[in-house]
């Protein structure tokens, strides 16, 4: 059976005991389309709300009296969140893979500089589902990768950034964050 919690601050609720029937139905498939989902008479906009589903036995009332319910999914279950959107994912179409994401990243960058925050965004266009602790690492990645890899090279006001410099950059938050005028940008030598 699956489970599901759909958070979007300050409201949270919860569904149980969902076949993959009524869970591809009712929760994956609108999540996939973007469109909102109407459980327990609210509804949940995907660009905003929080998806968590488990896998684990079947819950009786007595499982789920005086809000146990939710404390008997996690500590039985198997959170399986990434696991169904990715499935869900495979059946709307091919997800791009990390090579396709770094071959766009590449492209762009040799035609002139990116923001790295930009790079971020564009992560979450290809990738609307996953966290953002996953689309800074794919980054973070990729940029590493391309810095030893292919002509392009990090820069901050328009100037070029020493290599020794590269990974004290990459491992910092403010390069992750700032839009100001230290962003650093990736783009050609």
């Known amino acids: 059976m699956f489970h599901v919690e759909l958070r979007q601050f300050p409201h949270q609720t919860r569904a149980f005991n969902l076949t993959r029937e009524e869970l591809d139905d009712r929760i994956l498939e609108p999540w996939m389309a973007r469109e909102p989902i109407e459980l327990n008479e609210y509804r949940w906009l995907p660009d905003r709300a929080t ?10 009332l007595a499982d789920m009296g005086l809000g146990r319910g939710w404390q008997n999914v996690t500590r039985q279950g198997r959170d399986v969140t990434q696991e169904v959107l990715i499935e869900a994912r495979d059946d709307s179409g091919p997800m791009p893979t990390a090579d396709d994401f770094k071959a766009e990243v590449a492209a762009r960058s040799a035609a002139g500089a990116i923001p790295i ?18 689309r800074i690492a794919l980054c ?5 990768e391309l810095l030893h890899s292919v002509p392009v090279t990090l820069s901050r006001r328009g100037e070029s950034v020493p290599a020794y410099e590269w990974q004290e950059l990459l491992l910092s938050w403010p390069t992750w964050t700032d839009n100001g005028p230290d962003a650093i940008s990736v783009g050609p030598l």
């Open 51 to 60: 998806l968590t589903v488990y896998e684990g036995p079947e819950l009786s």
């Open 117 to 134: 925050t930009g790079l971020v965004e564009l992560a979450g266009e290809w990738y609307p589902h996953s966290r953002v602790s996953e």
């Open 140 to 144: 973070e990645g990729v940029v590493w």
